[in-house]
């Protein structure tokens, strides 16, 4: 019996000092104590200093995210990745990582705010981070996803929608809401098949006409785009639905894309 305690003592010793995130896991456990601390202080810290009173409703719950963002990592492999994320002085995170093999990491709970979106823009919501799950797809940026990635993304994303009742039209690349800025997730990514299984919208311009003085500005900012560097937004436009077309310019092909795009997404 003293010999068993003895090897499971052992055993749970080197799987402990072996986990490489050992201690950005107890970091999380200390954050996240801090924060339920936070919460439950009453009389409420955060109110106006005007208040005379402090009466504590009894009906709440936590906010929830309402968009998704989705990334490639720029890196070259899953480990990577994990190491910038759990390394303190990168000041970046994702609530999720997902490896070329379609393994799924979790890291941080849907209800946190992670570090993913940075100075970014959609419809005149400015501070995404506060609105969004982040979901990160190791990828180095110039190559394909693998399918393992996109099925296990696809499983995600329906989890998510259902959970948080995301709308449709709030799935979006980190190029979409950052132009000029990001040009992820890269042109490889199957927006497409992401639309067929309902996350995003697609289009289709059969019968199609483009309405006189169209205006294909006034069309990109009412789905949502910020219209502050005009070819940069042309760009994570083409990114998204164009991809075969890495111009800065919009034909009207592209109008007709437009045309039924803001139909969907206004
Ligand atoms: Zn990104």
């Known amino acids: 019996m003293k010999m068993l305690v003895f090897f499971v003592a052992i055993i ?3 799987s402990c000092a072996t986990n490489p995130y050992k201690s950005s896991n107890k970091s999380y456990k200390k954050q996240t104590k ?3 601390k936070m919460l439950s202080q009453y009389p409420i810290r955060d109110s106006v200093s005007n ?7 009894t009906n709440f719950n936590l906010r929830k995210p309402n968009l998704v963002i989705l990334h490639h990592t720029a890196q070259n492999s899953c480990d990577e990745t994990l190491k910038t994320f759990t390394t303190t ?4 995170s994702a609530h999720y990582v997902i490896c070329k093999d379609g393994t799924v990491h979790h ?3 849907d209800y ?3 570090w993913q979106a940075g100075v970014s823009k959609w419809g005149n919501a400015t501070d995404i981070n506060s609105i969004s799950i982040g979901i990160e797809i190791d990828n180095n940026g110039f190559e394909p996803f693998t399918d393992p990635q996109i099925n296990s993304l696809l499983q995600l994303l329906d989890r998510l ?5 995301i709308p449709t039209a709030n799935f979006l690349g980190h190029a979409d809401i950052a132009p000029g800025r990001k040009v992820d997730p890269n042109k490889y990514f199957p927006w497409q098949k992401l639309a067929e299984n309902g996350f995003g919208f697609w289009y289709d311009t059969t019968g199609i006409q483009i309405p006189s003085g169209f205006d294909e500005m006034k069309a990109l900012r009412i789905i949502g785009y910020d219209l502050k560097n005009p070819d940069a937004v042309i760009q994570s436009f083409k990114l998204h639905f164009v991809q075969s077309d890495s111009t800065k310019t ?3 092909d592209d109008k007709k894309i437009l045309v039924d795009l803001m139909k969907k997404y206004q």
């Open 12 to 14: 749970l010793y080197y």
């Open 89 to 92: 002085k990168t000041q970046v």
């Open 161 to 165: 929608k259902r959970a948080y009742n």
């Open 51 to 57: 208040a005379s009173y402090f009466v504590a409703s």
């Open 34 to 36: 801090d924060f339920a």
């Open 250 to 252: 919009i034909n009207d």
């Open 112 to 114: 946190l705010r992670a």
């Open 107 to 109: 890291m941080l709970s």
